[in-house]
C-alpha cells in the first residue's frame, strides 16, 4: 500500500478522537504559535495537519491565514465538516510535502509528526528544501516529532526520532533554535508518547 492509501485508509476507518496522535487542545503548539503573532499575522501552515484541531483553535484565536497540508484527503473530510458554518476558512493543499511548490511564503511553518515518517536522507532533503522555499527570514517554524527516547512506530510506521540538537543540526544553519520542550503525550488509548518540539527563527 503505498503512503496515499496508508493515510486514506487510516482517516476512513477510524474516527479523529481514537487515533493515538489525537489532541482535544492541540497544544503546545496553540501556544508556541500565539506567542508569535507577528509572524503568525502572516500566513501559518500546519504541514502533516491530518484531522487536527489545531486549525479550529487558531481562527478562534482571530488567525484567519492558515494553509493545511496533507497527502490524505480524507483527513481534511473531517474538518471541512468541523468547520461547516465558519466564515473564515483554512485553505487545503492536498499534496506530499516533499513534492510541493508552494506559491508564498509563510510566517509560521508547523509540523507535528510528519517530518518524523522520512526516514531516508533523500526525502528529508527535499522536505527542507521546500521549508526553506516557503519562509523568509524572521519566520517561526515549529518541528514537533517523537523524542530521542520516544516510540520507533507511529501508525504502525516507522519513525525517526530526534533530540533537539540533532533535529537542529539537520535542519541546518538557516533555522535558529529559539526553544525547546519535551513533552509527553497522553493518547487515547491511555499510553504516553515522548515528542520533542523545537521552535526555529529562520535567518
Ligand atoms: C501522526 S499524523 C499527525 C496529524 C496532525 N499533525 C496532528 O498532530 O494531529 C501524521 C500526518 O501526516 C500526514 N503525512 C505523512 N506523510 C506526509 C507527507 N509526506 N506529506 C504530507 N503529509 C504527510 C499524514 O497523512 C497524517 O495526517
Redesign the pocket.
Known amino acids: 500500500m503505498g503512503?496515499r492509501d496508508h493515510?486514506n485508509s487510516v482517516y476512513a476507518t477510524k474516527s479523529e478522537d481514537t487515533v493515538s496522535?489525537f489532541?482535544k487542545d492541540a497544544q503546545p503548539s496553540l501556544d508556541l504559535i500565539l506567542t508569535h503573532p507577528e509572524a503568525a499575522a502572516r500566513g501559518v501552515v500546519?504541514?502533516?495537519?491530518?484531522a487536527?484541531r489545531l486549525v479550529d483553535r487558531l481562527l478562534d484565536n482571530g488567525i484567519e491565514d492558515v494553509t493545511l497540508?496533507?497527502?490524505?484527503d480524507r483527513?481534511f473530510d473531517v474538518v471541512r465538516d468541523r468547520l461547516i458554518g465558519r466564515d473564515v476558512q483554512p485553505t487545503f493543499v492536498v499534496?506530499?510535502?516533499?513534492a510541493w511548490q508552494p506559491a508564498r511564503t509563510f510566517g509560521v511553518w508547523h509540523d507535528?509528526?510528519?517530518f518524523h515518517?522520512l526516514s531516508d536522507r533523500a526525502s528529508q532533503d527535499a522536505y527542507l528544501s521546500v521549508l526553506k522555499s516557503a519562509t523568509a527570514p524572521g519566520a517561526i517554524v515549529i518541528m514537533a516529532t517523537f523524542a530521542d527516547d520516544g516510540p520507533e512506530r507511529?501508525?504502525a510506521l516507522p519513525v525517526r526520532r530526534y533530540s533537539s540538537e540533532e533535529l537542529s543540526t539537520r535542519i541546518g544553519p538557516s533555522f535558529r533554535l529559539l526553544e525547546t520542550r519535551k513533552i509527553g503525550h497522553q493518547t487515547p488509548g491511555g499510553t504516553t508518547q515522548r515528542f520533542q518540539y523545537s521552535v526555529f527563527e529562520a535567518v
Not at 46 to 50: E, F, L, T
Not at 95 to 98: A, E, G, L, N, S
Open positions: 503512503k493515510w496522535w489532541q500546519d504541514i502533516g495537519a491530518g487536527s497540508l496533507d497527502l490524505s483527513s499534496q506530499d510535502v516533499t507535528r509528526a510528519a515518517f507511529c501508525s
